[in-house]
């Protein structure tokens, strides 16, 4: 089944993601000596840090690094959109801060060790850490957040990916209308097995024939945004190379529409079947609700289970090819020409990474949509 | 860790995408390719009952032209059956009137053959006849001469015709 394979894989890359991120973990010291990537381009002579390497890619930014050329880093401007009380609307673009160096009307990007005074609802004031945050300077001298809607790195991917998706689509939506009874041609035919696939293996088995149509436009629009937007992950450069889908933001997102239509569209049953769960013993129910707190804790873990899946998955998949990549410049530190033979391993294990993760990112888009329509199945279900 | 912390912009800006991205896709294209998917499905399982509509049909068709060969063939043989009978019979009638036919006209050249057999007899009697009256003028008159001898002869013939 391709359902334990896809969660054993998750398992798997679960492990792994740990593996990597307790790792990097056990060398604070180093990070924070080297916290951002573009400090660490300016000192000479600096030893190569790997963690700031493979999470300066996974995490989101603020421009879109392309390359650096000696010490001088390349990257694609984005716009920042920030909120502030005392400033109101600020739009400029992120080359005004010169890769964080720069304060631009009096906001910047926080350094590691800045911190942000909060004050919780009793009062108390804790420091919290906003390293690579865009942070303001009160009047006061104080920082603080403003509400950042900046156009990340991960955000001009995620617009990029949206424009591709909907010219796909709408451009093979033309071809049906044009060719009524026809068999289909060029990119309508690479897509049609692919909307019959999740049809008639997703949506029809696990939702059933009454009732599926009704899901049907969610479930496709979602297999293909992932999928989609994990291949365009696997490409190296811009407006690939983002790490959309591994981002917990865009997977709660998309995991928040599935709980979102999984309440709204939930039949009677479905609720009865939450709050007094037929065939169950009555003293599980009263008078300490056992049964129903641990099924309405499933109905919130479903969907946090499909956000966590998700980013752990292509997460992995990025920081284990990065993984590789840094062993070139490990090795290369130590000799060169030691490095220069490790470049030939690392790279069959990336190029074998790589067919991996084309893998994977069906896999990812399948087991999501799967599950969502087995969550919409259970929600329209009638017990009898 | 800020990684698996969700950023609140990024969260903003792909709700607005999400959404976005879904309400075209529904209106403008799952819309019009499902329907057409659907279309294409219906008119394909359409035109294959209906394909097995015709093979049915045909098979009737070959069914029934077969009952109609058979028949025919059944009717011919009757016919050539028929007329094999007749032609018999024809053929049977032909030689029996041609013999009797035969029969008659050989018995009237037997007839014809026997009186006019009769007839030349007749005449060659004749003709004998007078042959022997003058064969026999001529030996009378030269027998006359000797007396004696004619006598006996006259008697002679005489008592042959006597006894004729």
């Not at chain 1, 591994?246 to 049953?269: D, Q, Y």
């Not at chain 2, 001529?138 to 002679?156: S, T």
């Amino acid at each position: 089944m391709i359902t334990g394979k896809g969660l054993r894989l998750t398992f798997l890359f679960f492990g792994l993601f740990f593996l990597v991120s307790m790792l990097t973990a056990s060398e604070p010291e180093q990070q924070e000596q080297h916290s951002t990537p573009a400090e660490h381009h300016n000192e000479d002579n600096e030893p190569f840090d790997p963690s700031s390497f493979m999470f300066g890619h996974i995490s989101d930014g603020y421009d879109w690094h392309l390359f650096d050329i000696g010490h001088k880093s390349i990257s694609i401007p984005l716009p920042v959109i920030v909120y502030s009380r005392e400033k109101g609307l600020n739009v400029f673009m992120s080359s005004k801060f010169h890769h964080g160096h720069a304060a631009y009307k009096g906001f910047h990007i926080a350094h590691a060790g800045e911190t942000v005074k909060k004050i919780n609802k009793e009062g108390e004031a804790s420091e919290s850490d906003v390293e690579g945050k865009i942070v303001e300077t009160l009047n006061s001298g104080e920082l603080a957040v403003p509400i950042d809607i900046s156009v990340t790195k991960n955000i001009a991917a995620l617009f990029f990916s949206v424009l591709l998706i909907l010219f796909m689509f709408l451009s093979v939506a033309k071809a049906y209308k044009r060719n009524p009874n026809k068999a289909p041609k060029g990119l309508q035919s690479w897509l049609e097995p692919v909307i019959l696939f999740v049809r008639d293996e997703i949506a029809i088995p696990s939702i059933g024939k009454k009732n599926y149509h009704k899901f049907l436009p969610y479930l496709l629009t979602v297999f293909f945004f992932i999928w989609i937007n994990n291949l365009l992950g696997l490409i190296p450069i811009p407006p690939g190379g983002a790490n959309v889908t591994g981002n917990i933001a865009v997977t709660m997102v998309l995991a928040f529409f599935t709980f979102l239509i999984t309440t709204i569209r939930g039949t009677k049953s479905y609720w009865q079947h939450i709050f007094n769960t037929p065939g169950v013993p009555l003293w599980l129910k009263l008078p300490i609700p056992l049964m129903p707190l641990v099924e309405v804790i499933g109905v919130f873990a479903k969907p946090i289970v499909l956000m966590v899946r998700l980013f752990a998955n292509i997460t992995a998949g990025h920081i284990i090819a990065m993984g590789f990549l840094s062993l070139i410049f490990i090795f290369a530190e130590i000799n060169p020409y030691l490095g220069g033979g490790v470049s030939i391993v690392s790279i069959a294990f990336i190029i074998f990474m790589t067919f991996l993760e084309l893998l994977v990112a069906f896999i990812q888009a399948y087991v999501f949509t799967f599950l969502s329509a087995i969550y919409f199945g259970m929600a329209v279900e009638e017990h009898h | 860790m800020d990684l698996l912390l969700p950023h609140t912009g990024t969260i903003f800006w792909m709700l607005i995408a999400f959404s976005i991205v879904f309400f075209i896709l529904k209106k403008f294209a799952w819309k019009p390719i499902l329907n057409a998917i659907k279309a294409r499905e219906d008119s394909i399982e359409e035109a294959l009952r209906s394909a097995d509509r015709a093979k049915e049909d045909m098979q009737q068709l070959q069914a029934d032209n077969e009952k109609i060969i058979a028949a025919a063939k059944q009717e011919r043989d009757a016919i050539i059956k028929e007329a094999r009978a007749l032609k018999d019979t024809i053929i049977d009638d032909a030689k029996t009137k041609a013999r009797s036919e035969a029969d008659k006209e050989i018995e009237k050249a037997r007839e014809a053959i026997k009186s006019e057999k009769t007839a030349a007899i007749k005449e060659v009697k004749e003709e004998v006849a007078k042959l022997s009256v003058i064969i026999a003028e001529k030996i009378l008159k030269e027998k006359l001469a000797h007396g004696e001898e004619h006598k006996e002869l006259i008697d002679k013939y005489l008592r042959d015709i006597k006894l004729n």
